[in-house]
């Protein structure tokens, strides 16, 4: 069977495992809408080597059509940032791997609210797609635990592995899956977080404050430190007696801030004025 897929460039193992099942790739879809920590540069290369498109744009009707006309009968869908227009006058099948259990969690990016509410279990599901995002039946589901000390990376690449396994069972017989689907029963949504998700609260405890750190990872969470806001990609704390105002600078070397926490000390380690997406424009 031929397909397409719209994915990312560390989802690409959703790609992989259509391939590795005998799946023909006719088209990849992804974007430019990165952060400075990924680059399409993996995906481009993916595509010139199995000789195929590349477009780095929201797909429109006229996409799907031009996907009908090349014999392709199925779109895969993985991290995706647009809306999927209908797609079922055109093609037999599309499906959309989400980072997470579904019904539980619909939404662009819940990875970082999962480990901010001390989840102990996660887990990835492959959906239908329909018009209203996440809400298609399911096909398939993965369930992995999450440790104490989970980080948006470790999630990630849990989610990683969970998909590829996911994928090469869905691609080795969509039609079976795609008929045994089971329709979702509640669930709710999780919109992107807000800043106020992403600030570190120096009155809280620092494992409070870690459990934000890890969070967001290298997605940065913030701070104001002297009256300067600043996006920080790596941290640590400890728990120490003092005597000083949560919030108050401590201590400096070079670019290492320490800040007091209400009951302990946090070490800001590396950090930015300039958020992920201004460096991004700058690197332009």
């Known amino acids: ?40 540069s993996v995906l481009l290369d993916r595509a010139e080597r199995l000789r195929v498109p590349i477009q780095l744009s929201k797909i429109e009707p006229r996409d799907l059509e031009a996907l009908a006309q090349a014999g392709c009968t199925t779109l895969v869908v993985a991290g995706h940032p647009w ?21 539980e969690a619909r939404g662009p990016y819940p990875h970082c609210r999962a480990i901010r509410e001390r989840r102990r279990e996660w887990g990835i599901s492959c959906h239908k797609i329909e018009t209203s995002f996440d809400t298609g039946d399911v096909l398939a589901q993965s369930r992995f635990a999450m440790h104490a000390n989970e980080t948006h990376e470790t999630l990630d690449l849990k989610i990683q592995f969970a998909m590829a396994v996911v994928a090469l069972d869905i691609a ?26 992403r600030t570190l609260d120096f009155t809280q405890s620092v494992d409070e404050v870690m459990l934000k750190v890890r969070a967001c990872g290298l997605l940065e969470c913030m701070a104001t430190v002297e009256q300067q806001k600043i996006h920080i990609s790596r941290a640590e704390g400890w728990v120490q007696a003092h005597g000083f105002p949560p919030g108050t600078l401590v201590h400096r070397n070079g670019k290492h801030l320490v800040v007091a926490a209400a009951d302990g000390f946090i070490a800001l380690l590396e950090w930015s004025t300039l958020s992920l997406n201004e ?5 332009r």
Do not use: C
């Open 279 to 283: 460096r991004r424009v700058h690197h």
């Open 1 to 40: 069977m031929r397909f397409a897929i719209a994915t990312v460039p560390r989802y690409q193992v959703v790609l992989n495992a259509f391939v590795e099942a005998g799946w023909e790739p006719v088209k990849i879809f992804s974007t430019n809408l990165l952060s400075t920590l990924e680059s399409n």
């Open 83 to 103: 809306r999927i227009p209908e797609w079922r006058p055109h093609l037999q099948y599309a499906v959309n791997f989400h980072p997470s259990p579904l019904p």
């Open 172 to 197: 080795r017989d969509l039609p079976k899956h795609w008929a045994a689907a089971k329709p979702q029963q509640g669930g709710d949504y999780w919109p992107f977080d807000s800043d106020a998700d």
